[in-house]
Structure formats: structure tokens, C-alpha cells
């Protein structure tokens, strides 16, 4: 079985090449999206679903790599 950020990785990858074939998003769209879903289990009580939002949200985010910036 693979790690559980690869499958949440391989998981929100499959969800943005879905997604961009109904209609353009960027990755600004899709972490907006993924906030509202989040807060909306948040105030659901949904634990567990709320965590997985989390793991999706962290992987979503850019990282800039401070030595590359520079």
C-alpha cells in the first residue's frame, strides 16, 4: 500500500486534470475551493474529512524554494 500523501497527492492530481477539462481553474480556484470545503466541514463536525481537506490544502499550496528565488 502506498504512503497516504502519495495517494492524497495522486488523488488531488487526478481531481485538478478532471477538473480542468470541464472548464480552466487555476490553482488559485482549485485551493479557494478546497478552503470552502474544508471550513464547510469544519462547522459540520466532520472530523476526519476536515483532516483529509488539510493534507489536500498543504499539497495545493505553492512552495518556492527560497535558494531559487534569490
Same mark, same amino acid.
Request: hydrophobic letters at 40%; a positive charge.
Given at each position: =500500500?502506498?504512503?497516504? =500523501?502519495?495517494?492524497?497527492?495522486?488523488?488531488?492530481?487526478?481531481? #485538478?486534470?478532471?477538473?480542468?477539462?470541464?472548464? /480552466? =481553474?487555476?490553482?488559485?480556484?482549485? %485551493?479557494?475551493? #478546497? %478552503?470552502?470545503?474544508?471550513? @464547510? @466541514? /469544519?462547522?459540520?463536525?466532520?472530523?476526519?474529512?476536515? @483532516?483529509?481537506?488539510?493534507?489536500?490544502?498543504?499539497?495545493?499550496?505553492?512552495?518556492?524554494?527560497?535558494?531559487?528565488?534569490?
Amino acid at each position: =500500500m502506498s504512503p497516504p =500523501m502519495s495517494r492524497l497527492s495522486f488523488q488531488l492530481a487526478r481531481a #485538478l486534470s478532471r477538473g480542468r477539462k470541464r472548464r /480552466h =481553474m487555476t490553482r488559485e480556484t482549485i %485551493l479557494a475551493g #478546497l %478552503l470552502r470545503k474544508r471550513a @464547510a @466541514a /469544519h462547522r459540520a463536525g466532520d472530523d476526519d474529512q476536515e @483532516a483529509k481537506l488539510r493534507e489536500q490544502i498543504r499539497w495545493a499550496l505553492p512552495v518556492v524554494d527560497p535558494d531559487a528565488a534569490a
